[in-house]
């Protein structure tokens, strides 16, 4: 195993990818550094001697500026460097794009579910949603009954751990024996399902709908507009107060938006117009149970892998996850357009100090601009707030060696590989078009793997360096660590490994096309990631306004 990395010719820091002693002699590319202090794994160190205010350089662009003189061999962190990018601008020079090859899955297919338009999901959900945050209680109310009695709630270990708590407490057993007591590894199934076909009835319940602006409703209406005509979806059931400010009217229009001919089940019911609450109650769950009842007939058919739309995320990132696990998502990513498919890249707070590269890789110059656009108007929002995008490294992202937004956003940028950028969208626009979509959402990996699902994207790729169980309520997400010991340590929460490219026993480009082949599973239904085992069902609007 190499014990350092420089990840770009151009790069004057250095990659500790294990723990280094100071005094340690490395020989870094047929130069020999000797370290002054102690560089942790994921850090890291000098390639050369810096005088105070240079720009530094990692993955070939600038990524900060120095705060004081740095040494040679000298630990860099935020003690020492700031977050500082180059300039950009629109589009400055065409797209050249050798595609990888993608022979090997030419002939194959999918199993998804064929939709009356567009693309085939990769699997099938009915969903309650609420217009406003007023009837979260009956959606509360509906999914108690509807989840238990159609067979979709599992019991997790801990609702019987606090069964024999409550039991020791009845017993009046000594505490020593309560000390004695642990949670049961033992999985509890849900009982088979009512409707095998249906993947679950999920309710995606939001604290939005009204007390915003209007521009809020409008949003949340789109947003979604969006799960309601997403691919993984069979129909949908509405609950609505009636006077708040997401109307009706304004989820229909957005609708007809996206899709003028959508033909699938959506009952929409409003209590202000019913005759009491129990009457609403009980049509709207009569409703979705013939409802789920007819998605059930549905079955898995042979679908086309340029069907797929696939965000790309990171959350809970390190100092390896623009070496391991995003390179490798980023390689299915190019694999994935290759073959006539749709890879998403969003988080724009996590695009800063690549901006001129992805201008550069869009296919017009009005799609650069509208992306330089919206990354202007983003950060300049940030600033009026008092904050920036270089606010966006989380300490723990900080503990682990992303010490500056720019040096995050680099590494965080290779998830979306090297292909040209076709379409650039702003929140909550859906994407219709194949190859490589900038999607505008905030940094957050709730934030954005809800609106990426809402954008239509029908399975996520999410590489996780910390460990995060993050999921979607209706889009299959994969985890992907940058280490093999997070895959260890928090097995129950990652599906794919990417730790052997840090070890050096696999490359990035056979891990790349290894997370392809447990995508097209996964889209088939033959492997259920963990953030579905476990009922990962995140699901969080962007209120418009500085969310990094």
């Known amino acids: 195993m190499l014990s350092t990395l420089r990840i770009h010719p151009a790069d004057d820091l250095i990659v500790a990818l294990r723990p280094l002693k100071a005094g340690d002699h490395i020989q870094v590319d047929g130069t020999a550094h000797q370290l002054r202090e102690d560089i942790g794994a994921k850090h890291k160190f000098a ?100 989840q238990v009695e159609l067979g979709y709630r599992k019991t997790g270990p801990y609702q019987s751990f606090a069964r024999r708590l409550a039991d020791w407490r009845k017993r009046g057993a000594p505490h020593a024996e309560l000390d004695a007591l642990l949670v049961e590894d033992v999985a509890r199934e849900a009982p088979s399902p009512l409707f095998p076909n249906v993947h679950g009835v999920k309710f995606l319940e939001h604290g939005l709908g009204c007390g915003g602006t209007r521009q809020d409703s409008d949003a949340l209406c789109g947003l979604l507009a969006g799960y309601i005509n997403h691919p993984n979806v069979a129909g949908a059931t509405v609950l609505s107060l009636g006077c708040q400010h997401a109307q009706v009217s304004i989820l229909e229009r957005e609708l007809a938006k996206r899709n003028p001919q959508c033909s699938k089940p959506l009952h929409i019911f409003e209590q202000q117009k019913s005759a009491s609450e129990r009457d609403m109650m009980s049509r709207a769950i009569k409703s979705t149970f013939l409802g789920m009842a007819e998605a ?27 070496i391991s696990a995003n390179p490798v998502i980023g390689h299915t990513a190019d694999l994935l357009v290759a073959l006539g498919g749709t890879p998403a890249l969003s988080e724009f707070p996590e695009l800063c100090g690549i901006e001129q590269e992805l201008s550069n890789r869009c296919v017009t110059a009005a799609l650069a601009d509208r992306f330089v656009s919206l990354m202007r108007a983003y950060e300049s929002a940030a600033e009026a707030c008092g904050s920036g995008f270089d606010a966006n490294p989380s300490p723990g992202n900080i503990r682990d060696g ?35 979509a900038l999607v505008c959402t905030p940094g957050n990996d709730v934030e954005s793997t809800t609106a990426l699902a809402g954008a239509g994207c029908t399975l996520m790729l999410f ?86």
């Open 296 to 322: 059930n007939e549905l079955r898995r058919e042979p679908s086309p892998i340029s069907d797929l739309i696939v965000g790309v995320e990171c959350g809970g990132s390190d100092g390896f996850s623009g």
């Open 47 to 146: 390639g050369r001697d810096f005088s105070e205010g240079e720009q530094v350089t990692m993955y070939g662009v600038t990524v900060g500026r120095t705060l004081a003189a740095i040494s040679a061999g000298s630990l860099v962190h935020t003690h020492n460097l700031r977050h500082a990018t180059d300039a950009f601008g629109g589009k400055q020079q065409e797209v050249k794009w050798t595609a990888p090859d993608a022979s090997k899955w030419r002939t194959q297919s999918f199993a998804g579910f064929k939709r009356p338009q567009g693309r085939a999901g990769t699997a099938n959900y009915w969903i309650v949603i609420p217009l406003v945050f007023c009837e979260n209680r009956n959606l509360a109310f509906m999914r108690e009954a509807l």
């Open 463 to 548: 590489s996780t360096g910390l460990g995060t169980p993050t999921g979607n309520p209706i889009c299959p997400t994969l985890k992907i660590s940058t280490n093999s010991e997070l895959a260890r340590r928090m097995a129950d929460v990652i599906d794919f490994d990417a730790g052997p490219v840090i070890t050096g026993d696999k490359t990035v480009d056979q891990l790349g096309e290894e997370l392809l082949d447990l995508s097209l599973a996964t889209a088939s239904g033959q492997y259920v990631p963990k953030a579905v085992a476990l009922g990962q069902d995140d699901f969080l609007p962007w209120k418009r306004g500085v969310s990094l």
């Open 402 to 436: 992303l010490i500056t937004d720019a040096i995050k956003s680099a590494g965080a940028a290779k998830k979306g590989g090297t292909s040209p950028v076709t379409d650039v969208l702003d929140y909550p626009e859906p994407i219709t078009k194949p190859g490589l």
